[in-house]
Every structure is written in structure tokens, then in C-alpha cells.
């Protein structure tokens, strides 16, 4: 097949949608398709795209070509009024599907996905408005709500509405403040007191203008995917330090990962079922992976849905194949197949 991995963009996950990228694009071509690894928002290097799968890429040269342009990012955002690069479009056509390697806003909020389908272009994953949907927590928590699906008690801020205290809010510490629509846990803080609120608060609307403040649960962190609404092995995260940070996601060694996660059987299916339930009410088709904590007393909470998971050989969802027997690049192949479903009904 030809196969247009897109990865790069313009969000706080840009380094690690272009990782996810190049190691999807490797193993396609490992299988024998001619894949190639593409920046959505830079775009191709060649002028001429006719030629970009008559010839084996080297996706670790492509991958250096789009973090070349990562000290330029923000004054090319500001600079362009075109989301897509040059050629981008022209090569999405040009391929039978293309592999989303996006992670974050303009990539994983259903931005992209809605153009292509007025494109007319396949790709992998779910549409657009499960993805726009499961991107804002707020929401995301009112639909886990209205079914049935334990999450952490929580409100949703706005920078016109913020208050100067917790107290002012009804909080009682510890909270957990993070961007409303941010992923990678990127701008979240776990806050004790007043101080280190108001410091969570402003880390926060840094990045957006919209945060979510919820309840902090004490215990074990957990994943599970969810490919074609079937619920994977659960995955424990254990952090050396800290809590599951974007540096305890991204630097080895620093957390413990365990799967299948050392949990009764019971309470295994009692997690599976709450990740597929809550994959159904957001909408989402194809896969994802939903995040869990978990109470010593054995109370689960979902956290929030990731339509587009990390997408590298040690990344959760992967982790979780694996130990379905199923490799790296079946899992890349399995995701581009169910998801060219929806476009055969």
C-alpha cells in the first residue's frame, strides 16, 4: 500500500508525534509498503512529490529534516494563515490511507481528520468529532458522567473566570490542574495548597485558556487500549518519581510499566469494560487508550481518552499488543485495516 505517515504539526507534541512517525513509518516499510514520513504543517522537502513512493525513504533522514525546522515553529505559526504544508494535501491524495502519527491540538482534535473527510481521504483512527470531543477533558468528563463511568469529581476554568483562590472555586486540596485540551500531560501540576495552585493556574492558561481542576486521586495509574471495541491488557504505569509527567512518559528508565498489570481478575474486567464502555460514549472507532487510577480500596476513576496514542515500540498501546503476542508492525498494519473499514459500509 502506499502510506502517508503524517506526524510533526504545531503542538507542545510535535517531538513526539515526529518519534511516533518515523518508528510507524519504519515498520510499514519493514512489511513491504512504500511509506513515507510527511510534516503536516512544513510539508514535503522535494518540489516534486510525483516520485515519493516509487523510492524507499529514509525516514530517519525525513524525521532530522522535520525537527530542523522546531526553533523556527512559532514564527512560522504566526507567519502563515494555511494550516497544511506545501504538497501535503497533494500526497495525502496521492496514497491509499494515511497513518495519523499526530499527537495533540491541530492533529488529534479532529481538525485534520475533518478535512480530509471533505478531501475525500482515508485515514487511520476515529472521525473528527470523536476526536474533538475526547480532546476537551470538560466534556469528555460530562459524557463519562452521564453513563456511568467513574472520573474524578472536577470543574472546567476559564481565564476570564478564574477566580484568586480554591476556596473562592469550593476546591479542597490536593487538586490536579491541567489544559483542558492539552495531551502528554503537558502543563499539569498536581497543586497542595494555595500557593502551588495559583503557580498550576498560570502554567495552565499559559497554554490555553481553558483548564480543568479535579479532585487528586491517590493510588495506581493504569491504560488500556481499545482496538475495535475490544478492550486490550491492562498496562500499570509506575513512576520512579513524581507522578506520570511528561518526563516520567518520555525519559528511559524513569517509570515501570507492567503489563499485563498485576491486578485480580476481577478487577482486570472491571477496568477493561469501563475503557471499552467509555471508548463507545465518546464515539470513538478504531482505537484509542483510556487512562485509569485506581484507590488502594480498588475504586477505579477514568481519566480522559487519547484517540491517537503514542505510536513507538516501547509507547503503552504497543506494549499491550505485545502482550497479545501481536508485533509492532501487525499492530501498525491491524490499525490501518480497521480503520479502512468505516469507508467500505
Not at 161 to 190: M, Q, T, Y
Not at 283 to 310: K, Q, S
Request: hydrophobic share 40%.
Amino acid at each position: 500500500m502506499k502510506i502517508v505517515v503524517l506526524a510533526g504539526g504545531t503542538s507542545t507534541e510535535r517531538d513526539v508525534s515526529i518519534v511516533s512517525g518515523t518508528k510507524v513509518c519504519q515498520a510499514l516499510q519493514e512489511r513491504g509498503h512504500q511509506a513515507v514520513l510527511l510534516d503536516v504543517f512544513f510539508g514535503w522537502a522535494e518540489a516534486d512529490p510525483s516520485g515519493a513512493f516509487q523510492e524507499p525513504q529514509n525516514a530517519e533522514q525525513a524525521a532530522e529534516y522535520m525537527k530542523s525546522f522546531n526553533d523556527r515553529l512559532e514564527e512560522e505559526v504566526k507567519g502563515r494563515k494555511e494550516f497544511f504544508g506545501p504538497k501535503v494535501l497533494e500526497l495525502c491524495r496521492a496514497a491509499d490511507v494515511v497513518f495519523m502519527a499526530l499527537h495533540g491540538a491541530n492533529g488529534e482534535d479532529g481538525r485534520v481528520q475533518a478535512a480530509f473527510d471533505l478531501f475525500g481521504i482515508p485515514y487511520t483512527g476515529t472521525g473528527y468529532l470523536s476526536s474533538a470531543v475526547s480532546m476537551d477533558k470538560a466534556i469528555t468528563k460530562q459524557f463519562f458522567r452521564a453513563h456511568s463511568i467513574p472520573t474524578p469529581q472536577g470543574i472546567s476554568l476559564t481565564r476570564e473566570d478564574a477566580r484568586e483562590s480554591a476556596k473562592d472555586l469550593g476546591l479542597e486540596f490536593p487538586v490536579v490542574v491541567k489544559p483542558c485540551c492539552g495531551g502528554s500531560s503537558v502543563g499539569v501540576e498536581i497543586a497542595r495548597n494555595e500557593e502551588e495552585f495559583q503557580k498550576a493556574l498560570d502554567q495552565a492558561f499559559f497554554y490555553e485558556n481553558q483548564v480543568v481542576i479535579e479532585e487528586y486521586i491517590s493510588g495506581r495509574e493504569f491504560s488500556v487500549g481499545v482496538v475495535d471495541g475490544e478492550a486490550y491488557p491492562v498496562i500499570e504505569i509506575a513512576p520512579k518519581e513524581g507522578f506520570y509527567d511528561y518526563r516520567n512518559k518520555y525519559l528511559p528508565g524513569s517509570t515501570v510499566e507492567t503489563c499485563p498489570a498485576d491486578l485480580t481478575p476481577e478487577q482486570t474486567k472491571e477496568m477493561q469494560r469501563y475503557a471499552a464502555a467509555g471508548a463507545e460514549v465518546l464515539g470513538i472507532t478504531g482505537y484509542c487508550r483510556l487512562d485509569f487510577m485506581m484507590r488502594e480500596d480498588g475504586r477505579m476513576y477514568c481519566l480522559e481518552a487519547n484517540t491517537l496514542p503514542g505510536m513507538t515500540p516501547t509507547s503503552l498501546l504497543p506494549q499491550e499488543a505485545a502482550a497479545l503476542g501481536i508485533s509492532f508492525g501487525e499492530l501498525c498494519e491491524n490499525l490501518i485495516r480497521i480503520s479502512l473499514e468505516k469507508y467500505r459500509s
